[in-house]
């Protein structure tokens, strides 16, 4: 029998590369992010008997109930989550940021997330599934300028956990999946569209790629059932870590 993924932000990044390697691999595939056109796109290319999209803004729960409520009879059943919608907005530090950019991530990266939770995990612990939340490094190491954005993937990943030991006995698998710099819209839409700032972050080194993701995914996925990795951190070989900052008067 195919097992079912939905897949948030199928749109772009991460999520589009899961939901083809999903897809390819045999998997029935809920797709869903705002851009109708992409996702169109998407199932025209992977093929419509198994994919089934839902166009909405995941930080409206109205629509969100609505796509939950319209699901075909084939896609009901859901064995995995990837909860990867998600993003960052503004890099300046707090004392200079838009609150308007804050609430915009609490509401999509945690608000929506967890919603979207909520209404799925019946199906979830019916069918002894799996969820994936995709956080970030940023969840553990502190930068400038990464205040609200890292606050929420540090909610994303100890939630994970959280959920791991409420799910205990059901047999659902929890991971938090924590990657670092990969090149995908992101930080087109971190920067508000600057192409060139993007463009610019991502040179002369070579990020994670939406495929790394998908492929990353996929073992998580397919992992035989006795077995959860409860987070995985991975960063491009050319990032690491760097040390404190001290200010001297
Ligand atoms: P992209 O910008 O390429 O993709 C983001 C996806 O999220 C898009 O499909 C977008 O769809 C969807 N999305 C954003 N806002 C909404 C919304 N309000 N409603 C519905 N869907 C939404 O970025 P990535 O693929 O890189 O990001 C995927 C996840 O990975 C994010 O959670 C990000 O924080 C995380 N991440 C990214 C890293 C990176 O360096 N790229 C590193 C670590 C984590 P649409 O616009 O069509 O709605
Ligand atoms: C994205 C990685 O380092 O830009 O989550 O915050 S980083």
Redesign the pocket.
């Known amino acids: 029998m195919h097992k079912t993924a939905w897949i948030?932000?199928?749109?772009?990044?991460?999520?589009?590369a899961a939901a083809q390697r999903f897809v390819a691999g045999g998997w029935k595939l809920i797709a869903?992010?705002?851009?109708s056109e992409?996702?169109d796109a998407l199932r025209a290319e992977l093929g419509a008997a198994h994919v089934h999209t839902c166009?909405?803004?995941?930080?409206?729960e109205a629509a969100m109930h609505a796509a939950i409520a319209a699901l075909p009879e084939g896609f009901r059943g859901i064995d995995l989550l990837v909860?990867?919608?998600?993003?960052?907005q503004g890099t300046a530090p707090a004392q200079s940021s838009d609150l308007d950019d804050w609430k915009?991530m609490i509401?999509?990266?945690v608000t929506?997330l967890v919603t979207l939770t909520r209404a799925l995990l019946p199906t979830l612990i019916e069918r002894r599934g799996a969820i994936v939340n995709?956080?970030?490094?940023?969840a553990r190491y502190p930068y400038l300028g990464g205040n609200v954005?890292a606050g929420t993937?540090a909610f994303?990943s100890q939630f994970s956990l959280n959920l791991r030991a409420d799910l205990h006995g059901s047999g659902v698998r929890v991971t938090t999946?924590?990657?670092?710099?990969?090149?995908?819209?992101?930080?087109?839409?971190r920067t508000h569209g600057d192409a060139a700032a993007s463009d610019k972050l991502y040179a002369g080194m070579q990020?994670?790629t939406?495929e790394d993701?998908a492929d990353t995914l996929w073992w998580i996925a397919n992992l035989p059932p006795h077995l959860n990795v409860n987070r995985l951190e991975m960063m491009p070989t050319s990032q690491s870590f760097a040390g404190f900052q001290i200010h001297r008067s």
């Open positions: 948030t932000g199928a749109t772009s990044g991460f999520g589009r869903s992010g705002r851009r992409r996702l166009a909405f803004d995941i930080r409206d909860n990867n919608a998600g993003l960052a915009r509401d999509t990266n929506a995709v956080s970030s490094t940023a954005y993937k994303v999946l924590e990657p670092g710099m990969a090149q995908t819209e992101f930080t087109l839409v990020p994670i939406g993701i």
